[in-house]
Nanobody, 124 residues
Framework: QVQLAESGGGLVQAGGSLRLSCAAS????????MGWFRQAPGKERDFVAA????????YYADSVKGRFTISRDNAKNTVYLQMNSLKPEDTAVYYC????WGLGSYTVGKYDYWGQGTQVTVSS
């Protein structure tokens, strides 16, 4: 079992920055990959970024590449998503997720546990 809790969402103006955190508990954090996804109203949940268990490999959606950075601190059981140059189209609920068996995937179905999400709203 893995429990995940996101924090750090909020309201920010376009061009601003936010850092999301996801605290994990349960299974040994350094043994599994993590991902961030987002879901806007009326839309599917989309991949944002993923990171391998060691942090050596990271993956990004094209829409956030160069603006967002995923990282992890295995000593703190926490994964982060630094979001810079935010745009109104980044507005969504952001979810972290645990991939217990892979290296980090683009696919929602590959993840085993999910947090409850944190709202990010970017005003124009």
């Amino acid at each position: 079992q893995v429990q995940l809790a996101e924090s750090g969402g909020g309201l920010v103006q376009a061009g601003g920055s936010l850092r999301l955190s996801c605290a994990a508990s349960g299974r040994t954090f350094s043994s599994y990959a993590m991902g961030w996804f987002r879901q806007a109203p009326g839309k599917e949940r989309d991949f944002v970024a993923a990171i391998s268990w060691s942090g050596a490999s990271t993956y990004y959606a094209d829409s956030v590449k160069g603006r967002f950075t995923i990282s992890r601190d295995n000593a703190k059981n926490t994964v982060y998503l630094q979001m810079n140059s935010l745009k109104p189209e980044d507005t969504a609920v952001y979810y972290c997720a645990a991939d217990l068996w892979g290296l980090g995937s683009y696919t929602v179905g590959k993840y085993d546990y999910w947090g409850q999400g944190t709202q990010v709203t970017v005003s124009s």
